[in-house]
């Protein structure tokens, strides 16, 4: 059986379609011959079927019938002449299953991304779930014909109202949450990448993704971006002295010292934390004071950055630089090529610790509480704000793809000078 064979099988399958059977299936006799009775419901539709199996009443043939009764109960329903005909549709339509021509896309794209840029099993997984959880369980009965703009409305209040469990890494419970308007556009890039093909494939005649836009955010719940300001930071660097004088533990003050290195190269290069963790010495060039970024880790897997235009080469600030050669003392012994090393001296595989350690900080500072991640955005906004650069260079050293999203992120559109080699935050 081929590929298309099985499809369609599986197209014709009651279970695959969404039908449900009444619990009570029964068999009686009439005429002689057997008969089945029970419903069938599909879509909030219920059908009752008394009809003739065709089979004469002998104790061969009724045992035969009690044992098959749902599938007898399916063959004769209406509801499977209406699934039948429709396969028959729009196999004349040169209509394909959805499933088919998505798995056959998202294949495709692996084999390219693979041969051109190495992608590793986290990013295939990643799409692979996307397509597996949110995509695939709405669209799996539908041909390409059949997907309108009304569908895929349908199917994006779907996405935004059903309730997902949510697991944490390294944590042991679970919460139910819904997908945030972010998520969803994570979910589109995959399911757009499959309408696109189905276009070029003249499967579909046009992307209804093109229609149907993505709902705006609730001004109301949007979170203001949060950073430290000047102030903050020198607060946070008169701190580091008495949190790390806060263990006896010669490792612990060592990673203490370490998480000092840690915040100053963030403040002096808004780098994505992933990628912070994912440096090695080879990528940084002391001598012009630039950093090359080319790696990121997630949960223990080395891949390439977010995005293309993630992969970068820029200036550091003096913090930065200053940070990394303190770095590269403080490890001088271990002989490692990453730059970052967890108390085992190996690179890290998370950089979730890092929360905890900046909240200890903070707290010590007197600041309130905040994320990691945060870091990036004093970097964004103190380089714009105190004049060190304009928008389109800071949007290129934090690896946007384009100068709007840092404009709408972080502040006013407002035009400054450039020159970053050997400069401070402070300066």
Not at 111 to 118: H, P, R
Not at 398 to 418: A, R
Request: charged letters at 30%.
């Amino acid at each position: 059986m081929n590929t298309v064979e099985m499809r369609l099988l599986e197209l014709t399958d009651p279970t695959f379609n969404g039908i449900s059977f009444s619990k009570s299936i029964t068999v009686s006799e009439r005429n002689g011959f057997l008969y089945v009775h029970g419903r069938i419901y599909h879509k909030g539709e219920f059908e009752s079927i008394r009809k003739s199996t065709k089979k004469k009443a002998t104790v061969a043939n009724r045992k035969w019938v009690e044992k098959n009764k749902q599938s007898l109960l399916w063959e004769l329903s209406n509801f499977k002449k209406e699934i039948d005909n429709k396969v028959i549709e729009n196999e004349k339509k040169n209509s394909i299953l959805f499933v088919e021509i998505a798995e056959r896309t998202l294949q495709t794209k692996f084999n390219v991304l693979d041969a051109e840029y190495g992608i590793n099993e986290f990013t295939k997984n990643e799409y692979k779930y996307i397509y597996e959880r949110r995509i695939k369980p709405f669209f799996k009965a539908y041909y390409t014909a059949d997907i309108d703009i009304e569908v895929v409305e349908d199917w994006q209040n779907w996405i935004l109202t059903k309730q997902y469990d949510k697991g944490l890494s390294n944590y042991k419970y679970e919460k139910k949450k819904f997908l945030s308007i972010k998520s969803l556009k994570n979910i589109r890039i995959v399911l757009n990448m499959i309408f696109n093909d189905c276009v070029q494939k003249n499967y579909m005649e046009k992307n209804p993704l093109d229609t149907v836009k993505v709902p705006k955010k609730n001004k109301k719940n949007v979170k203001p971006v949060t950073y430290l300001t000047l102030d903050d930071i020198k607060k946070v660097m008169n701190s580091f002295d008495s949190y790390i004088a806060q263990t006896n533990k010669d490792y612990e003050i060592k990673g203490r010292k370490q998480f000092k290195n840690i915040f100053l190269t963030m403040i002096g290069s808004g780098m994505r934390s992933g990628e912070l963790i994912g440096l090695q010495w080879d990528d940084i060039d002391f001598e012009n004071e630039t950093i090359f970024i080319r790696r990121r880790v997630r949960e223990g897997d080395i891949d390439l950055p977010k995005s293309f235009s993630s992969i970068r080469k820029f200036t550091l600030l003096k913090e930065a630089v200053d940070a990394l050669k303190e770095q590269k003392e403080l490890f001088k012994d271990e002989n490692s090529e990453w730059v970052f090393l967890n108390r085992y001296n190996k690179p890290f595989k998370s950089p979730q610790q890092f929360d905890i350690r900046y909240k200890e900080v903070l707290k010590i500072s007197g600041l309130k509480a905040d994320r990691f991640y945060s870091l990036r955005h004093t970097y964004a906004t103190n380089m714009i704000r105190n004049s060190l650069e304009n928008f389109v260079t800071v949007s290129g050293m934090l690896g946007h793809k384009d100068s709007v999203i840092t404009q709408k992120t972080y502040v006013s559109n407002e035009i400054y000078s450039s020159g970053l080699k050997g400069k401070s935050l402070f300066d």
